[in-house]
Antibody, heavy 114, light 107 residues
Framework: QVQLKESGPGLVQPSQTLSLTCTVS????????VHWVRQPPGKGLEWVGA???????DYNSALKSRLSISRDTSKSQVFLKMNSLQTEDTAIYFC????????WGQGVMVTVSS | DIQMTQSPASLSASPEEIVTITCQAS??????LAWYQQKPGKSPQLLIY???SLADGIPSRFSGSRSGTQYSLKISRLQVEDTGIYYC?????????FGGGTKLELK
């Protein structure tokens, strides 16, 4: 069955770079897109960006200058890198797939704090 | 970007009641609208896709409808397990945009 699992550091210092990994199973990254969505504590959902089945990417325009999404298809992994982190980047980060965001990982909480 | 205005922000209802949550799109999005339920500490779960289609395993008391650029999620015969936060999402154009959420509590 389709599964996604996020991993990464729980705590990042301000101005540093966040690196997250989404490991997927049950489908191929060359046939399906993977999106990142984040949720600040007590707030709503925000689309962060995506990597499409062909390898192209799209980013939230507000984050574009700090964001990079890539993948390793042989390992079924998608990577998110965001630099110059600020406290407002504190959030749960989810990876999701399926055209209607059918499948979600459990999320990883990232806290930006010194 | 397409704006999705969701209402109400919160509501409280009794078991067996009918509740309706709406999302107003800032422009035509066709049927590219999905609804999700999120429970505390969990990831969102797809309820409805293509505005009116029920996702696999979702009880039939959930239904979606569309009138122009207004989309509605109806929950008939509300159950205790339906508490949570509900979100709409448009996938008509990039970037995908979510509604602000509706917190549903049971009396």
């Amino acid at each position: 069955q389709v599964q996604l699992k996020e991993s990464g550091p729980g705590l990042v210092q301000p101005s540093q770079t966040l690196s997250l990994t989404c490991t997927v199973s049950g489908f191929s990254l060359t046939s399906n897109s993977v999106h990142w969505v984040r949720q600040p504590p007590g707030k709503g959902l925000e689309w962060v960006g995506a990597i499409w089945s062909g390898g192209s990417t799209d980013y939230n325009s507000a984050l574009k200058s700090r964001l990079s999404i890539s993948r390793d298809t042989s390992k079924s992994q998608v990577f998110l890198k965001m630099n110059s982190l600020q406290t407002e980047d504190t959030a749960i980060y989810f990876c999701t797939s399926g055209w209607d965001f059918d499948y979600w990982g459990q999320g990883v909480m990232v806290t930006v704090s010194s | 970007d397409i704006q999705m205005t969701q209402s109400p922000a919160s509501l409280s209802a009794s078991p067996e009641e009918i509740v309706t949550i709406t999302c107003q799109a800032s422009q035509d999005i066709g049927n590219w609208l999905a609804w999700y339920q999120q429970k505390p500490g969990k990831s969102p779960q797809l309820l409805i896709y293509s505005a009116t289609s029920l996702a696999d395993g979702i009880p039939s008391r959930f239904s979606g409808s569309r009138s122009g650029t207004q989309y509605s999620l109806k929950i008939s015969r509300l159950q205790v397990e339906d508490t949570g936060i509900y979100y709409c999402l448009q996938r008509y154009s990039n970037p995908p945009t979510f509604g602000g959420g509706t917190k549903l509590e049971l009396k």
